[in-house]
């Protein structure tokens, strides 16, 4: 089983602020790294695949890099909206999700 | 437009059953891989089950033995049973499409099925 651990668990940063989110695999998953970002009450909604893809009518804001082991999501100019869970999730096998990292407002 | 809907949560005792249902609109359930992902109150994302197109499955650890995915291709169905169930299981149940040419990316996604265990 591939873990997946995401870094802060919270981390707060004010809005127009960059946001930096990290995640890291237990062994590489090449580039089959997801990010989904889920609001209270939703279901989770697809943002970046192949690690740095943004999925359909995702804000350029929202940007994904890293392969192998080590991931991040950038978040360049945050919104009121952006205020969120996200989710890292690898689909190299079975799909196993880091445990969220929880963005708030600063 | 594609759309996945989830149905037939609620509250069960320990031990019994229950059957979720996932509706699809906009494609074609049979010929794609679909998913069963679950959330507990508070928790994260935890995959549960996956069924191939040609109609293999498979489960995680956790619900292996108790809980069977199947599709009805005449109503365009996803299905989850649900059997042995414990405390543990109580969660959001989400049905997911795996896209094509994935093992496990997962869009769309329903708006899930809230399942309680509890005596």
């Known amino acids: 089983e591939i873990v997946m651990t995401q870094s802060p668990a919270t981390l707060s940063v004010s809005p127009g602020e960059r946001a930096t989110l990290s995640c890291r695999a237990s062994?590489?998953?090449?580039?089959?790294l997801a990010w989904y970002q889920q609001k209270p009450g939703q279901a989770p909604r697809l943002l970046i695949y192949g690690a740095s893809t943004r999925a359909t009518g995702i804000p350029a804001r929202f940007s994904g890099s890293g392969s192998g082991t080590e991931f991040t999501l950038t978040i360049s100019s945050l919104q009121s909206e952006d205020f969120a869970v996200y989710y890292c999730q690898q689909y190299n096998n079975w799909p196993f999700f880091g445990q969220g990292t929880k963005l708030e407002i600063k | 437009e594609v759309q996945l809907v989830e149905s037939g949560g609620g509250l069960v005792q320990p031990g019994g059953s229950l059957r979720l249902s996932c509706a699809a609109s906009g494609f074609t359930v049979s010929s794609n891989y679909m998913s069963w992902v679950r959330q507990a109150p508070g928790k994260g994302l935890e995959w549960v089950s996956v069924?191939?197109?040609?109609?293999?499955?498979y489960y995680a650890d956790s619900v292996k033995g108790r809980f069977t995915i199947s599709r009805d291709n005449s109503k365009n169905t996803l299905y989850l049973q649900m059997n042995s169930l414990r405390a543990e299981d109580t969660a959001v149940y989400y049905c997911?499409?795996?896209?094509?040419?994935?093992?496990?990316?997962?869009?769309?996604w329903g708006q899930g099925t809230l399942v309680t265990v509890s005596s």
């Open positions: 062994q590489s998953v090449s580039s089959n």
């Open positions: 997911a499409r795996v896209v094509a040419g994935t093992l496990g990316l997962l869009d769309p």
């Open positions: 069924i191939y197109s040609g109609g293999s499955t």
